[in-house]
């Protein structure tokens, strides 16, 4: 009976670590390791990396899923919860650690700034010192849209015009992939978990 009891327990341990695999590879993707190395989002006039270009793809939990698993001149530094101000207090040591020529800059969706002046001002002041910081240095720098979502709490839209007045008007080559154009034309390739990380499919389109 002591036997059996065992058998079983092994047999629903391992019903239960396929299922937990399958749910987190379909559902959570962007809990991905963030050392892991992939595909960056590309601009719109991006098409490919050339020669030995190293791409470092900087950003926030959205961003730790992006890609594939096929480039290793491509890391993905995404780390979950960080804010612009925390990509600011890291830069000196990312770009110590992940030396490259591009960078992508994946800020925004974390940025508590809804409904506060003057922490618009300060979410925007500190993509321009990051752009101006890697750009000083000789670096290609591109910043995606942030991602839309029907969460009115995130309130992206308000960051994207800060985005396009205070920092693409400046650039323009600037401007990263439209992820926020892209979740807002197509909404199941979000999460509904919580209507903001993507989806498998909705990694694939960012690609």
């Avoid at 490919?48 to 096929?70: E, H, P, Q, R, Y």
């Avoid at 890391?75 to 207090?89: D, E, F, H, L, R």
């Avoid at 500190?126 to 750009?135: E, P, T």
């Avoid at 979502?149 to 985005?163: G, Y």
Wanted: net charge positive.
């Amino acid at each position: 009976m002591r036997l059996l009891s065992k058998k079983i327990l092994l047999i629903s341990g391992v019903v239960l670590i396929l299922l937990f695999y399958r749910f987190f590879t379909n559902e959570f993707s962007f809990q991905l390791p963030s050392s892991t190395k992939v595909m960056p989002t590309p601009s719109a006039t991006l098409t490919s990396i050339t020669g030995n270009k190293k791409w470092v793809l900087l950003g926030d939990s959205i961003t730790i899923g992006m890609g594939s698993f096929n480039d290793s001149n491509i890391i993905n530094n995404g780390i979950s919860g960080y804010q612009s101000s925390a990509a600011v207090g890291m830069i000196d040591k990312w770009l110590k650690d992940y030396p490259a020529d591009i960078y992508t800059l994946n800020f925004g969706t974390n940025d508590n700034v809804c409904n506060k002046k003057g922490n618009m001002a300060t979410y925007i002041i500190n993509m321009r010192s990051l752009v101006s910081k890697l750009k000083g240095l000789g670096k290609t720098v591109f910043i995606p849209t942030v991602p839309w979502t029907s969460r009115t709490e995130f309130c992206v839209e308000d960051k994207n015009a800060a985005l396009e007045d205070s920092v693409f008007t400046d650039d323009p080559n600037l401007r990263g992939i439209d992820a926020y154009t892209l979740f807002k034309n197509n909404p199941s390739f979000l999460n509904t978990f919580d209507y903001l990380h993507p989806t498998k499919e909705g990694y694939a389109a960012l690609k």
